[in-house]
């Protein structure tokens, strides 16, 4: 069992930079993928970014490639996603999420546990 708690939301402006952290829970971190999506308002949930347990692969949505990095630190059991140039569809409830077969996934499907999201609202 993975515990999930995302933070580092908030409301900036069209330009700007956040950082979200997702610390997780057990000693298993290491062994899982971990991946982000959001989900805005009327919207489905969708992929933005994943990475390997070893952090050696990633993959990005396409709509986030070259803003979003997704970073991790085994030691400190935590996922990042940098996120620049920041624009205002990218508003939404961000999620990470744990996938126990190191899939690095692009669906919600493969992962395992899920935390309970953090509020990005970039305004215009």
């Known amino acids: 069992q993975v515990q999930l708690v995302e933070s580092g939301g908030g409301l900036v402006q069209a330009g700007g930079s956040l950082r979200l952290s997702c610390a997780a829970s057990?000693?298993?971190?290491?062994?899982?993928?971990m991946g982000w999506f959001r989900q805005a308002p009327g919207r489905e949930r969708e992929f933005v970014a994943a990475?390997?347990?070893?952090?050696?692969?990633?993959r990005y949505a396409d709509s986030v490639k070259g803003r979003f990095t997704i970073s991790r630190g085994n030691a400190e059991n935590t996922v990042y996603l940098e996120m620049n140039t920041l624009k205002p569809e990218d508003t939404a409830v961000y999620y990470c999420?744990?996938?126990?077969?190191?899939?690095?996934?692009?669906?919600?499907?493969?992962?395992?546990?899920w935390g309970q999201g953090t509020q990005v609202t970039v305004s215009s």
């Open positions: 999420a744990a996938d126990r077969d190191n899939l690095v996934g692009g669906i919600s499907e493969v992962y395992d546990f």
């Open positions: 057990g000693r298993t971190f290491s062994n899982y993928a």
């Open positions: 990475i390997s347990y070893n952090g050696g692969a990633t």
